[in-house]
């Protein structure tokens, strides 16, 4: 009867929920696979009813800090996701998009337990939500640790889509009045910067389904088009027009885009190479 009424459950949740469903079922085949990791599967998964609930327990786990633990984070994380329905969304499309457009990610919980890209993005969503209701301390203690930890700094203040992809998670900069928007893959080594001391709204605004090459930097209060390509290496100081490629120091304009999504088929060679 136990057993049953427990297919029954998971098959609610795997048609209500189907990523969570997946998660808990890749936790579950990882745990008789790897029985010393199985402790482990169990806190940050298995243990939980909601996503949302297992994401508030691995941030706090992987946040915690001498004098704020992780049983000071995790009831503030939770108390955002209750006020804030937007947050679940927002964790699934981010999960979707690394299994989508990382040929190195075979599982969802690759992402959910072990990539700090993931994970920086998902503390500074809470880290926003602090920001725009008025707690600047905790949000920028969450962002003091997410860039100590995962070696991502995004400002709290910062506009973020969903559905984005921060591969690899290392060395990205995103300055306070960058916006970047849906179904974004951003690559390591990116910095969303200002160009000088200047004050006011003086970062990048990045559009829709938008792929930005490692080590590229976009720097000023311009506008990057939606389904654009910036070329890794590349220092882009002026707007970047729709569906087009720009690359070189100082970027320009190479070619088009190459496919509607440049950031879902993270294609970055330029067929034929750079035309003058």
């Known amino acids: 009867m136990a057993e049953a009424a427990h297919r029954q459950d998971a098959s609610n ?15 579950e085949t990882a745990t008789r696979k790897t029985p010393a990791l199985g402790g482990f599967f169990y806190a940050s998964i298995l243990a939980h009813e909601t996503l949302e609930d ?58 959910f337990l072990y990539f700090k890209g993931y994970h920086a993005l998902a503390a500074h969503r809470f880290a926003h939500k602090l920001w725009t209701s008025g707690e600047t301390d905790f949000a920028l203690f969450m962002q003091s640790q ?15 889509g969903i559905g984005i992809m921060i591969d690899h998670g290392h060395a990205v900069v995103i300055g306070q009045t960058a916006v970047v928007g ?11 910067g200002g160009t000088g001391k200047e ?30 390509r910036i070329a890794a290496g590349s220092v882009v100081l002026k707007d970047v027009p729709l569906c087009s490629t720009v690359a070189g120091v100082p970027a320009r304009v190479v070619g088009d885009a190459g496919c509607p999504e440049p950031a ?11 035309q003058d």
């Open 13 to 27: 949740i795997a048609e209500l929920d189907p990523i969570w469903a997946e998660l808990r079922a890749e936790a």
């Open 54 to 111: 297992a994401v508030c327990h691995r941030l706090a786990e992987l946040l915690s800090h001498g004098h704020v633990n992780s049983g000071a984070i995790r009831p503030v994380l939770r108390a955002l996701i209750k006020s804030s329905p937007e947050f679940g969304p927002a964790f699934r499309a981010d999960l979707a998009a690394v299994f989508d457009r990382d040929p190195a990610c075979t599982r969802y919980i690759e992402p």
């Open 146 to 160: 997410s860039s100590r930890v995962f070696t991502v700094d995004i400002n709290p203040a910062t506009r973020m």
């Open 182 to 192: 849906d179904n974004v893959s951003i690559l390591q080594g990116v910095t969303l």
């Open 199 to 228: 004050t006011g709204d003086r970062h990048p605004k990045i559009g829709d389904n938008v792929l930005i090459g490692a080590g590229a930097n976009v720097l000023g209060n311009i506008v990057v088009g939606h389904c654009s």
């Open 264 to 274: 879902r088929t993270m294609d970055q060679i330029f067929p034929g190479g750079v």
